[in-house]
Every structure is written in C-alpha cells, then in structure tokens.
C-alpha cells in the first residue's frame, strides 16, 4: 500500500495544493504553519478510508473530515472580522497502490459525496476483507503525532492478551497519542508464551530485532518478569546497563514505542509471515517532527535505520531540523518536499549552515569552526602551491605530500577538493613546461 499524490481542496491553511510523495521517505519542511501536519492529517484521512465499511476496528476519529478540517478566509466589513468558509467543499483527493492495483479515490466533507467518491477503495478493501485467509496481508498503518512521548503507563498490572482478530493491529493506529499498554501487552504475552512452551517465537524475535537495530548500541531488549516491563540492555558512556522502559530518557522511550508499535502491528497483521514479518509487511506510516527529543548525532541516523529497518513500508514525516535534511544527502529513495515553494528540492550541500540558510530561511551570523578550518586549510594551499615551480625535485615531493596532507581531513568533501586541486593541476603543468 502506497500514497503516489493527493489533492486537498479548501483543507485547513490550504485553498489548493498538490504534492507527491516517493515511494519509501518523504520529508515535509517549511515554516511553522506551513502545512506539515495538515499535510499528514490529510494522508491520515486519506488512507483510514482502508477501514471506512470494516466493522470493529477500532481506530480513532483521525480518519475522518470535521468542521476544524474546512478552509475559510478572513475579511473586513467595516469594523467586523467575518469568517467565510465552505462546509461541504473540503475533498482530499489520493492516488496509490493498494495490492498492486493503482487506484485513486477522495474524502469530501459531504457525507454523501464522501461515500461516493471513496468507493473504489471501499469495494477493494471489502473484498479483501470478506476473502480475509492466512495468506491475506494486510499493511501496517500508524500515525504518531507530536504528543508521542511514550510515558510510563499506569502502576496497574499487565495483563496478557487472549487470542483476538488479526485486526487488533489496526486498534488506534490513527490516533497521534501514545499508548503503551497494548503494546506492552502484546510483548509480555509473546515472551511468556515462549516460556512456558519451550518455543521460539519467530514474530517475536523479530520485533526484538526490529527495535534492537533501530537503537544505537541497544543489544537486547525482552519483557522482564521482576520489573513487569520492557528492558534494554544497552552501552552508555561505554558500560552495558540494563534499563528498564520507564528510566530511558525522552528520546529512546519515543524512538523505541514507536519502532516497537509499528513492529508489533506488523506481526499482529501478519502473523504467518513469522521471521519474515517486519522485512515483508507493507504501509504507510506517519510522523510528525521525526526529530522529537532526538540528539542531534541520532537525527542524522534516524531516516536510514528507519529504512533499513522496514524496507517495505512507506514513510512521511515532518521536521525542522537541518539534521534530518542533511541525512538524506546522496539518497535516492528520499523526496524532501518544500511547502512554501509547493515543489520538491534537492539537498545541494551537506553543510547545516548552509541547509540552514539556504532551504530554512535561517541567517547564519557566524561560519561554522569546520568552515574556517577549511578556509584556514585553503590558504595554506594556496601558500606552499607557490612555491612549487620554483622549488627543486625534492623539495617539489615533500610539497606534494603537504599538499595531500591539507586535504586529508576534507575528503568527504568532493567540492572542496576538486576546487584546490584544478589550481594545483593548472600551477603543477605551468611548472612542468
């Protein structure tokens, strides 16, 4: 299941817009009131209309078009503001893919309508629905907000979950809150089933690994029976500890309830496709500042462990940070979309400043101290270049290896090193001649 495009007529800050999306990551970026979370709001309508005419499943109201949804102006009349707005023309339009059938439809404030313009997708999920076997995958679909901080749940026992539908990994999966309890539910029943039966647990272990790989120098993670709690067993500050959910800091608990949610519904949806689950299970999943809570150095692992992570799934998210932008340099699976120019943009350099300056609008008052380095470095080119065409056939080698040696540490930098070494190329043939 993928999102291609989608139409939003009179929704929100939106009179008209257009955007695409690729196949596997998205970057939403603008200023603040923009759109990126109308934009995510409207991909949560567009494709909950996979549970529009599906009994019990029990979603939240995300899916669905409200009066807070419709588009108005603000105009003067005399000393009066009056707000104007059109209650039954708010449409999100959509095309995609939903097993391997490309298909459009739309979601339009009026009830009617609303039905009307959904049915193509209506009638292909009933079918897959009513045809529902154990060969019959369902994509994972998730939304996580920007009120996600995975809190520590209630001081009330966990209870294990009894057998249920495989619908049960569509349960609040639009609502942008957290919400550990099935998710912890859901792990302690799997780890204590292993117990008792002597077994492996291949849905299991797969979300293990899903979590472990996501997490940087995270080595295992497993339900522990004295704490009643999730824990991982980690490096930090070069010492392995084992620490339970509710003690790691803001960013791990919201980086791991979410890897562990989406993995989880994955293995609930899909339960037959067992070690194979995360890497073979479809969808679309949302997120709202992907960069929440998340050190800097994180930020900029965060998209490709994503990726690697779920190589099947769909991502769309949005951020304010140069971090972000800056990982997806040189990648081709990633579309960064500019709000306020309404078009895609390519990520030009991997400089924050300049990522900063140029893409976020955001003045630089000082040059980084890699770029005076640089500059530094460059002068020092410069200098012992000049010397070269006078300079003996010894003195010319011990030159070179100078000249190699203030280039080292630039190396990831292809620019900066083409520029010097054209003029070394252009000084060195002058001096051969």
């Known amino acids: 299941m993928k999102i291609n495009k989608i139409r939003l007529l009179d929704f929100r800050c939106f009179k008209e817009y257009e ?3 690729s196949d596997r990551f998205t970057l939403l970026i603008g200023d603040n009131g923009s759109g990126k979370t109308a934009v995510l709001d409207a991909l949560a309508v567009a494709v909950g209309s996979f549970f529009l005419n599906i009994p019990n499943i029990q979603t939240s109201d995300k899916y669905r078009l409200s009066d807070d949804d419709v588009h108005y102006e603000l105009t003067k009349i005399g000393q009066n503001i009056i707000k104007e707005s059109g209650l039954k023309h708010t449409v999100i339009a959509a095309n995609g893919v939903i097993d391997n059938q490309q298909i459009s439809w739309a979601r339009s404030k009026d ?7 959904a049915i193509n997708i209506i009638g292909l999920i009933e079918k897959k629905h009513e045809e529902i076997s154990a060969n019959t995958l369902f994509p994972v679909i998730a939304y996580y907000g920007t009120g996600r901080l995975w809190k520590k749940i209630d ?3 966990i209870e294990t979950l009894s057998p249920d539908s495989r619908l049960l990994g569509y349960r609040d999966c639009l609502n942008t809150a957290s919400d ?4 912890f539910r859901w792990f302690k029943t799997q780890e204590l089933a292993a117990l008792q039966k002597r077994e492996r647990r291949y849905v299991l272990e797969a979300v293990r690994e899903a979590i472990v790989s996501m997490i940087p120098d995270a080595q295992r993670v497993w339900w522990d029976v004295d704490w009643d709690e999730i824990l991982i067993e980690t490096t930090i500050q070069g010492k392995s500890q084992n620490i339970p959910f509710h003690l790691l800091s803001g960013g791990y608990r919201n980086m791991i309830g979410m890897v562990a949610d989406i993995a989880y519904r994955m293995a609930t949806l899909n339960p037959q496709l067992e070690a194979d689950v995360i890497k073979q299970t479809e969808g679309i999943v949302l997120i709202d500042e992907i960069d929440l809570h998340l050190h800097p150095k994180w930020q900029k692992q965060v998209v490709g462990r994503l990726l690697d992570t779920f190589p099947k799934i769909q991502f769309v ?3 304010h940070s140069p971090f ?5 340099y040189h990648r081709e699976d990633c579309l960064l979309w500019d709000l306020e120019k309404n078009a895609p943009v390519d990520v030009e350099s991997k400089s924050i400043e300049d990522i900063a300056e140029n893409q976020q609008g955001v003045d630089i008052p000082q040059q980084s101290q890699r770029f005076l380095d640089m500059e530094k470095a460059a002068e020092e080119y410069y200098t012992v270049l000049k010397q070269t065409p006078s300079a003996g056939e010894d003195e010319k080698q011990r030159l070179r290896q100078r000249l190699d040696e203030l280039l080292l540490p630039y190396s990831d930098d292809p620019a900066f090193q083409a520029f010097l070494k054209m003029e ?3 000084v060195e043939g002058k001096s051969e001649q």
């Open 19 to 21: 955007l695409v999306f």
């Open 111 to 117: 009830s009617e309508a609303n039905l009307k313009n």
């Open 155 to 157: 001081n009330d026992k």
């Open 180 to 183: 550990l309890k099935q998710l």
């Open 317 to 319: 998210a949005g951020s």
């Open 324 to 328: 972000i932008i800056q990982s997806l």
């Open 424 to 426: 070394r190329l252009a």
